[in-house]
């Protein structure tokens, strides 16, 4: 083998090791903007969850003391929706940690 054929021989290598590093660098980036929405996003529903149940306390408290109504149920009209709501929240949190979950055990494997 002549010391050109060595060269670019020695040089195709780096160029595919630095190819490759790349693609990975980049599958990481992607991955951890992807992650990283999922936090916003858990945040916003926390706090969204956090201000649903400040309404519902509200609501109650209306209703027993302004109304002057003896009790409430989840059949009570006013507290239905919030508490629809409050479901809805919840399972979406749930998914969205299931799934932060399930990617950091795929992580764990590779």
Known sequence: ??????????????????????????????????KSVIHLELTQLRQDLDKTYKQLGKTVKSILMDQGRGSVSLKTAELKDLWTLIEDIEGNITIKEEHLNSDEKNDKMS
């Open 1 to 34: 083998m002549s010391l050109w054929d060595d060269v670019k021989e020695r040089f195709s290598y780096g160029v595919r090791g630095s190819k490759r590093a790349i693609s990975i660098a980049k599958e990481k980036a992607q991955d951890l903007g992807e």
